[in-house]
Nanobody, 116 residues
Framework: QVQLVESGGGLVQPGGSLRLSCAAS????????IGWFRQAPGKEREGVLC????????YYADSVKGRFTISRGNAKNTVYLQMNSLKPEDTADYYC?????????WGQGTQVTVSS
């Protein structure tokens, strides 16, 4: 069964850090481009960052540059999103996406709340 499962969300104070995980089953993440998206209440889903399948090139939204990092833990078929210096405006449901030219998989999301 093909599945993506995010974990690691929660409540954190402004300036704090969280690491989200995206674990795949039923397929190998190595061959897919991976993206993290987020959707804040009342807003559209937006792309946060992604990593290519070919050479590991990463792309970041301006709003998270210098604060968020995406990395692959290929040995464990998992991708991580390290979020540092979190701001209240980072509050959202975060979703993992894996895609190639034939398939497009989404996880169920994990909630991140940045609040004091």
């Amino acid at each position: 069964q093909v599945q993506l499962v995010e974990s690691g969300g929660g409540l954190v104070q402004p300036g704090g850090s969280l690491r989200l995980s995206c674990a795949a089953s039923g397929f190998t993440l190595d061959y897919y481009a991976i993206g993290w998206f987020r959707q804040a209440p009342g807003k559209e889903r937006e792309g946060v960052l992604c990593i290519s399948s070919s050479d590991g090139t990463t792309y970041y939204a301006d709003s998270v540059k210098g604060r968020f990092t995406i990395s692959r833990g290929n040995a464990k078929n998992t991708v991580y999103l390290q979020m540092n210096s979190l701001k209240p405006e980072d509050t959202a449901d975060y979703y993992c996406n894996a895609h190639d030219r034939w398939n497009d998989y989404w996880g169920q999301g994990t909630q991140v709340t940045v609040s004091s």
